[in-house]
């Protein structure tokens, strides 16, 4: 299993051709939004498919593309006796594995038929006739990871298809998407299109490795993206992919999170559950905690038919279960974080509170969460979610105590009433362009980046910019490999820079600076430098940006230091 695991780990590594880097803690200012403030609703439908974060079972980290019907009939059997539907886990989905090598002669897709004999409608049925929902999986380019049939080509046949067999919810994945000359942006639209026009309400998961949909405008056309790579059943890739949502690994630190993309309709999805499948009963509860308090989809992931009393137990924890599905639909987010304690806030629809205390690191430790953090004050009622049990009044803040590696509390803090503060959104005009005239990106908030973070008006090692003997006093300084993602909006209409090796940078390594509209899945290059030597002159970078929603500036190399000198845009009004 941990075989096969790292083996598709690397095929979809390959694709993406890098994970997130490692960077500091996000900081983030945190005042009153409601969900009407937070965009609820992007896609009309949002409200009405996904109110609170999907919740239901999928195939992928059980059994990876080793599926068929008699498996998926006794885990719909097992959703129902183990108490997981009633807790809230409605959609059984179906991942990579459940297609016929090729579509049929009419070119429609197929179900494999070693694995389903009695075909995908019969598998739906089933799974309805048990009171749960059909969820299944497929892939935007022309094949899927595991190389079977993509829809690329075939969008509505497969949409209806689906409908047909009474399909409720899509993951719509990327792999070889780059080859089909499509925004992620124009990708999605598509299928939202073609499912609207089936007249089926389908729930549609965008799967794209975690490439800045809440960037692009995912929630224009899906209920849910990913903002990870793939998670594995190791806490170091918990957490990892927790810190997609929660932390900087893939957003500008101003934003402490991805929170502000998020809320009624539309989540951001760190990937499914590994509840049941790590080694200790603290690490699925740490797990679930995150997952809770992120308010992101619950996927379980783990093989329903011989799961422990202890993993079901965490998996239908009702309080715990609660917080996540707070109808407010807040994304919880850090009020602290040492590197190892860290400590999470989700305002509830009550008006309480809930809030975890997480220690992530080796050494045992007590964390306390000062009220003035989340919003209250003065003599607070505070109630363990797991243990469902109260802890009476607490003065000024709460002390966890003796928290080992992965130890920690999910509290809920307050009496109910007034509503507590939520995070504030980062204003547009911190990470978009909002005025005529010139901006330059770095006083811009990046909104999606991938490995090392730029600089800001300083090259990578926070001297001044210097190419080809000439300083600049404005620009990004980047070390590759570096990716990262401006929300340019369509305003602007011209792109300018410099771009250049750094003067400081005396190796042989050549760096290459390219520009592309939109994520790497659309491949449309508006620029590309070719490789660049240490020493020589920068090149002048003049583009037509109009009509670009993300501008996506990439660095390659190997290690090398360099810098988008002057980077700005131009808009008009
Ligand atoms: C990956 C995806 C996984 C799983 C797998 C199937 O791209 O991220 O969640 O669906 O493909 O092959």
Not at 131 to 151: A, F, M, N, V, W
Request: charged content about 25%.
């Amino acid at each position: 299993m941990r075989f096969i695991a790292v083996v598709l780990f690397l095929i979809n590594v390959s694709i993406v051709n890098a994970m997130p880097g490692f960077f500091s803690r996000a900081e983030g200012d945190n005042s009153v939004q409601s969900a009407a403030e937070r965009g609820a609703g992007g896609n009309g439908l949002g409200d009405m498919l996904a109110p609170t974060p999907p919740m239901g079972w999928n195939s992928w980290n059980a059994f990876a593309a080793d599926i068929d019907e008699q498996k998926i009939r006794q885990i719909a059997d097992a959703m129902v006796d183990s108490g997981m539907r009633d807790a809230g886990y409605t959609y059984l989905v179906l991942d990579d594995g459940w297609m016929a090598k090729k579509r049929d002669a009419d070119g429609n897709l197929v179900a494999d038929p070693n694995k389903f004999p009695s075909g995908m409608k019969a598998i739906g049925d089933y799974i309805h006739s048990k009171g749960l929902k059909y969820g299944i999986y497929e892939d935007r380019g022309h094949l899927t990871c595991q190389q079977l049939p993509g829809s690329f080509k075939h969008e509505q046949a497969d949409m209806s298809i689906f409908a047909l067999w009474g399909v409720d919810y899509i993951k719509m994945d990327s792999c070889f998407a780059e080859n089909n000359g499509r925004l992620s942006t124009e990708d999605y639209a598509i299928y939202r299109n073609c499912i609207t026009k089936t007249g089926r309400p389908i729930v549609l998961s965008i799967s794209d490795f975690g490439n800045g949909a809440w960037a692009w405008g995912g929630k224009e056309t899906a209920q849910l993206w990913r903002t990870s790579g793939d998670i594995y059943p190791w806490m170091d890739s918990v957490y990892h992919s927790a810190e997609t949502s929660a932390g900087d690994r893939c957003i500008h630190p101003g934003f402490n999170g991805l929170g502000q993309f998020a809320g009624p309709g539309h989540w951001n999805d760190p990937d499914m559950l590994q509840v049941g499948n790590l080694k200790k009963d603290i690490e699925n509860r740490a797990h679930f905690s995150l997952w809770c308090i992120l308010a992101a989809p619950l996927m379980a992931g783990n093989d329903l038919r011989e799961m422990s009393e202890e993993t079901r137990k965490v998996l239908t924890s009702p309080e715990v279960i609660k917080v996540n599905q707070d109808p407010r639909g807040i994304q919880g987010y850090k009020v602290y974080d040492s590197g190892d304690h860290e400590v999470y806030n989700k305002p509830l629809n009550d008006g309480t509170t809930a809030v975890l205390l997480l220690n992530k690191g080796r050494e045992i430790g007590d964390i306390t969460v000062m009220w003035e953090r989340i919003g209250l004050a003065g003599r607070q009622k505070v109630r363990d979610l797991w243990a469902r049990e109260d802890l009476g009044y607490h003065a000024d803040s709460y002390t966890a105590k003796n928290l080992p590696r992965h130890g920690h509390v999910l509290i809920k803090v307050g009496s109910g009433g007034r509503l507590i503060a939520g995070p504030a959104a980062v204003p547009a005009e911190k990470y978009m362009i909002t005025k005529a005239g010139e901006t330059f990106l770095s006083d811009l908030y990046y909104i999606w980046k991938n490995s090392n973070a730029p600089v800001s008006d300083k090259n990578y090692n926070n001297d001044p910019i210097a190419i080809g003997g000439r300083t600049y006093k404005k620009g990004l300084g980047c070390k590759s490999n570096s990716r990262m993602m401006y929300k340019i909006n369509g305003r602007a209409r011209r792109f300018r820079a410099v771009v250049g090796l750094d003067d400081s940078y005396g190796g042989e390594e050549t760096g290459r600076f390219r520009i592309l509209n939109e994520d790497f899945f659309g491949n449309k290059v508006l620029f590309d430098s070719g490789r660049m030597k240490a020493g020589s002159a920068g090149k002048g970078v003049d583009i037509d940006v109009s009509d670009v929603k993300c501008l996506l500036l990439v660095f390659e190399g190997k290690n090398v230091v360099g810098n988008w000198a002057d980077a700005r845009v131009i808009a008009v009004d």
